[in-house]
């Protein structure tokens, strides 16, 4: 196959991207992988209108091309680009878009994870959903994820979920590192102000959409030993407010979502007792998010603080 395309038994991976087998052509997607992966392997030719196509990528390309990606609904909508999507709070907020109609990007560093989720939403919500790596401290990853997913059409709502890895225990200040600090700023406010910035001149151009970033109690309440995460978080909401405060105006809804990190705990559609026991379901929250992207522009929200009801 050309370079840069890596082959796998039930996606094709091309610049870091996956491809989902659902059906949202005439025939599906995965039909479509099916025959060029017959082909790489010398079990058959690829014909596109009774043409014979040698170079797998190209037939990929122009099969695309023959039919749109997205049902004139799905593309009504926009594209719901999730980024830092794992198995709890981002899975289900891309799960609950993905049943809601949306087109659904979802994006994060494990691509081999990532497309696990991607396929389990798609077949649950009979909807379409993309699964691109990105590594949010880096910039040149962001634009090229965002190339990936502005591909895909317009985004309407961004979700903006990540966070670098922090430890639960305190850190002396003479013991943090520069480059954990600036990782750290760079995947939580960095990474966000590099996301909103793509996808802000197609939602002003509409006249709407909406922007929604995950905080925490850092967020409002620094704590010794904790300097990454705070100062990362703080930052985050700086940048929330600065959006909000500028593009309301135009239509573009911005709002800053405090969640209790001890709180959210376990894995998404756990039994009443786990999620009584861990604390905050990530279904529950993910209602919240959807809620926020549906308001009515006459009382937006800014701002919301999560927190499960005293037990």
Partial sequence: ?????????????????????????GRTLRCVLEDVEKAVKGQRGLLLNGRSVHDPFVYLKQSCKMRPMCSSSAVSKGI?????????????????FAHEGYTVAILSRDLGKLSGYAEEIAREAMAQVFAIRIDCASTQSVREAFEGVLSLGYVEVLVY??????????????????????????VSAVGAFQCSQLVMPGMVERGKGTIIFTGSSASLNASAGFYQLSCAKFALRGLAQCLAKEYQAFGVHVAHVIIDADG????????????????????????????????????????????????
């Fill in 264 to 311: 959210l705990t376990g894995t998404s559609r756990t039994s009443k007792e786990n999620q009584v026991q861990n604390g905050m379901d990530p279904d529950a929250i993910a209602q919240t998010y959807w809620h926020l992207h549906i308001q009515d522009k006459r009382a937006w929200t800014h701002e919301i603080d999560i927190r499960p009801a005293a037990s």
């Fill in 1 to 25: 196959m050309r370079p840069g395309i890596l082959h796998h038994s039930r996606y094709l991976y091309h610049h870091g991207m996956v491809l989902s087998g659902i059906s949202f052509w």
């Fill in 80 to 96: 719901a680009a999730i980024v830092g999507v794992g198995p709890r709070l981002g899975r289900s907020i891309a799960r609950k």
């Fill in 161 to 186: 979920n990540a966070c670098a890895p922090t430890s639960i225990n305190p850190s002396r200040f003479s013991d943090v590192s520069v480059d954990s600090f600036q990782t750290a700023l760079a």
